[in-house]
Structure formats: structure tokens, C-alpha cells
């Protein structure tokens, strides 16, 4: 049989090899856990996804973009109010200077509530004093702490409540009005050391804050347009531990084909109490809204592409510099069979100086099929390189660098960019150089956070919003 044309089931893929799997030590511990993760509610609802899914398809098809961001991998400690509060605040400025420039609705997903799995090169690390270890593979599997290195399937169940918890306190903040547009106090732009930059990002602001009193003048408040001062925010996460995402995959009714709509007398977000029938349900992974297949895990007849075919979810495929055209074209192929747009997003991540050599042949591949996936660029994780001091940073130059490649080169081909996916936090760390504050290699010591990759700062994030929406914007203009 054809790849992708065998029975699915929500345990199929353990019939298939397996990648950065976990070994735990004990078997039993591990099932009373899964058993329990299996028995508690879902984290979303199967309405939201069919709303992503409809969103992405917008974005797929050039009428919506979509902007990605988070933090490498999560950790439990991320889950307090100010952290979550910092992500928030600057996704949703970005998005809103993506809005402006490109004159297009942004779709927003969050890499959070439920990023705490980390793929490893090797099972096993050096210390600084020279013990081997095994390697953090995420707080969701093991300690940070080198003497506490142990898999502990208690951390699975520790993951989802404090997935809950970030997903609650999203929703709350978002129904308060955290997302309220009249909020101009909130844009502080006295980082930038630029003064010319500031004045270019501060007449953006400007004009952002003169059309919003304009709808105020003509009566588009927020009470006869809500989106004024509330948002939709879709949470994601790298599906990498498949035992924990199968024990939050749910049955739900398939749609009626008289209505097309799911049958009112069963709630989507709720587990049926007696098993429904495989031919008339359809499966959702309600640990999140969109799960996404790693670099490392994407091979054709593994697990992880056997799990992702089968789920309604939106998913997205990390591509880089080791896939072929043609394993791009069976990956789609396999995930995406009824060709729906937007179903399957196109995570690239080349770098700066390699972008060149392998995203046209990608796009070419892509573009002789019926395929219409969503074309993310990952500009992060192919710029990561070591500073003289040793900490691993990145540098804002090679990211915009990749960021406007992706752009002329899809343009050039008559294709479309249609999202940006980073690694960022809200806070003030200086991980990564550059940027209009201007930070360099012997700034990094001052406040280096991060226990995984080098992330872009509050700062550095709005930076290439206000970049993308500049360049967005005289394209348009340029055009007319």
C-alpha cells in the first residue's frame, strides 16, 4: 500500500520507527500517568482548531499571514503571570504592525502552553566539571539540573497542568480586554539608539493610534466591533513526546452531511461516554490548537508522519537544508491527500547564507503539485552561532538577512510568503546581537536567560515587525 493509504488509529504510529523517543525506567508509572493525562479534560476545543484551520486556509490562499512566536522550549517556570503577560504583549504588537504594513488580518499562534519538549542531538551530555549525563530533554521530561537528569512521567502530568494554567490565564487576559487597541502608552520606543530609527517607528505608531481615532470619530468602537479590543490567539506546540499527545487525542462527531455541522446533542470538547464508531468520528489532538513535525523527526515511514497524518489539526513541517524536493512533495503528500489549503504549513529553515541554494527548489517542487501550504519562514534556527564568550546567540542582521531572501526569492517565483515563525520572548534578555539597541557579542553576559536556544528580545521582535511591515508596505505602494 501507498504511503499514508493504511488504517489510522491514535496508536498507529507506534507500529512505525521512532525518533527522540524517551525511555523511562519504569513502564508502569509511565501508564498510570498516560491513563490518568487520558481521563482529564481537554486543554481546547475542536471549534477553535476548525477556526485555525479556516484562518490558515486565508493565509494559504494570500488573504491573511500568519506570525509564529515563542520561546524555544518552555519551561514550568515560564507559567507565572508577568511571563505570560511579556509574550502576549509582544506578539500582539507585532501582529498589529503586521496589520498595518501589509494591510492584511494576522493570524496569531503562540508557541506556548505545552512547549516543553527539547529534541537532542545526542541522549547524553558533558557537564562543565566533565560528567556525562543524560540530556535535558525538556522540563516535561527531565530536570535542568544535572543530578536530576532521570525521565520522570510524573513531569507529563505536570505539563499538562501547567498547560492549563497558561491556557487559562491567556483566555482570562484576553476577555479582560488585554488586547484592547487604545492603548498607545504601551508603545515605548526609547530602546532605540537610532535616532532616525526611532522617528521611522515612532511615525508608524503614530499613524497607528490617528486611524484608531478615526474609527472612534465614526462610531467603530469597541462595542460595535468587539476585534477592536479583543483577539483570536491559537497555542502550539513541536508534537515530539507522541505517547502524551495520543492521550490527549479526542474522538468527535464528524460533521452531518445534511447541515454540515457536528451533531448538536454531542459537545465537540467533551470525551463521548460511550466509544463512537472509527467511520463517524474524526480525530483532534485537543492538547493544542497546531502541532508541528521537527527537523529531526519528519522521516517518510516514521511515527511522528504516521500520528500527524491522521489528526484534523493544522500541522506544520519543519523544512531545511536536508530535504529533498521530492521528500518535501511525499511529506505533503502523505499529511495533505485532499489537497486542502492551508492544512499543512511549510516551516523553512535554511539560513542566511544557504537560503539561496535550497528554498527555490523547494518552492519549484511544491508549486507542480496540488498542494497549497502555507509558506513560513524560520529565520532563528539557521543563524545560531557561538560568541567568543561561549554563549550561543544570533544575530539580528542574518535574521533579516533570511527573512528578506524568503521574501524576493518567493516573489521571484511567483510564489507567496505567507508567515514568519521565531523564536522571541517579551522580556528584556540579550541573547541575540543587534537590533536597534544595537547589542553586541560583549553584552550578552548581562542578562542571558535562556536554558535552550538564544531568543529575540521584546525589542528585537518589534524590530522586525516594523522591518516586514515596511517593506510590505512599500511594495504595496509600489505596486499602485
Known amino acids: 500500500m501507498a504511503e499514508g493509504n493504511t488504517a489510522w488509529a491514535p496508536d498507529s504510529w507506534k507500529t512505525k520507527p521512532i525518533k527522540q523517543d524517551v525511555m523511562y525506567d519504569d513502564a508502569n508509572e509511565l501508564e498510570t ?22 484562518q490558515l486556509r486565508d493565509v494559504a490562499e494570500g488573504r491573511a499571514f500568519l ?27 507585532m501582529s498589529l504592525v503586521l496589520v498595518w504594513g501589509m494591510r492584511l488580518p494576522v493570524v496569531r499562534i503562540a508557541r506556548m502552553a505545552g512547549q516543553y519538549a527539547k529534541p537532542r542531538s545526542s541522549p547524553f551530555e558533558k557537564t562543565e566539571d566533565g560528567r556525562t549525563v543524560m540530556s535535558y530533554r525538556g522540563d516535561n521530561v527531565n530536570s535542568i539540573d544535572p543530578d536530576n537528569r532521570r525521565p520522570d512521567p510524573q513531569r507529563l502530568l505536570s505539563a499538562y497542568l501547567h498547560s492549563a494554567a497558561t491556557i487559562n490565564y491567556v483566555r482570562l487576559l484576553l476577555a479582560a480586554g488585554f488586547a484592547d487597541l487604545h492603548k498607545p502608552e504601551a508603545w515605548d520606543l526609547g530602546y532605540v ?18 486611524s484608531l481615532k478615526f474609527m472612534d470619530v465614526v462610531g467603530a468602537t469597541e462595542t460595535s466591533l468587539p476585534s477592536l479590543n479583543t483577539v483570536d490567539l491559537y497555542t502550539s506546540h513541536e508534537a515530539l513526546l507522541l505517547d502524551y499527545e495520543q492521550a490527549l487525542t479526542r474522538p468527535v462527531l464528524k460533521p452531518t452531511a445534511a447541515v454540515g455541522k457536528r451533531s448538536s446533542y454531542y459537545e465537540p470538547s467533551t470525551p463521548p461516554r460511550e466509544p463512537l464508531a472509527p467511520e463517524l468520528c474524526d480525530w483532534y489532538n485537543l492538547s493544542t490548537h497546531f502541532i508541528w513535525i521537527g527537523d529531526r523527526t519528519r522521516q517518510l515511514n516514521g511515527a511522528h508522519v504516521e500520528y500527524f497524518r491522521g489528526v484534523k489539526n493544522p500541522v506544520g513541517v519543519k523544512v531545511g537544508p536536508t530535504m529533498e524536493p521530492e521528500e518535501l512533495v511525499r511529506v505533503l503528500d502523505i499529511l495533505d491527500p485532499m489537497n486542502e489549503p492551508g492544512r499543512v504549513t511549510l516551516i523553512t529553515r535554511y539560513g542566511a547564507t544557504k537560503i539561496d541554494q535550497f528554498l527555490p527548489a523547494h518552492i519549484a517542487a511544491v508549486q507542480k503539485t496540488e498542494h497549497k ?7 532563528c534556527h539557521g543563524n545560531t552561532t557561538t560568541a567568543p564568550s561561549g554563549h550561543k546567540t544570533r544575530s539580528f542582521d542574518a535574521i533579516m538577512a533570511e527573512i528578506t531572501a524568503n521574501m524576493k526569492i518567493h516573489q521571484d517565483l511567483g510564489s507567496r510568503l505567507s508567515g514568519i515563525h521565531l523564536e522571541l520572548t517579551g522580556e528584556h534578555v540579550t541573547e541575540c546581537t543587534g537590533g536597534s539597541q544595537e547589542l553586541s557579542h560583549s553584552d550578552l553576559p548581562s542578562n542571558y536567560q535562556t536554558f535552550c536556544d538564544p531568543r529575540l528580545n521584546y525589542e528585537q521582535s518589534l524590530d522586525i515587525a516594523f522591518k516586514i511591515a515596511k517593506d510590505f508596505e512599500s511594495e504595496r505602494q509600489s505596486s499602485q
Open 67 to 93: 506570525l509564529q512566536g515563542g520561546d524555544c522550549a518552555e519551561s514550568f517556570d515560564y507559567c507565572n503571570p508577568h511571563a505570560i503577560e511579556d509574550k502576549l504583549k509582544v506578539l500582539l504588537q
Open 193 to 210: 539608539r537610532n535616532k532616525e530609527i526611532r522617528s521611522e517607528y515612532q511615525n508608524i505608531v503614530n499613524r497607528l493610534t490617528d
Open 373 to 379: 501550504p502555507v509558506w513560513c519562514c524560520d529565520p
Open 33 to 54: 500517568v498516560l491513563t490518568r493525562v487520558t481521563r482529564m479534560p481537554p486543554l481546547v476545543s475542536s471549534p477553535e482548531i476548525d477556526r485555525l484551520r479556516q
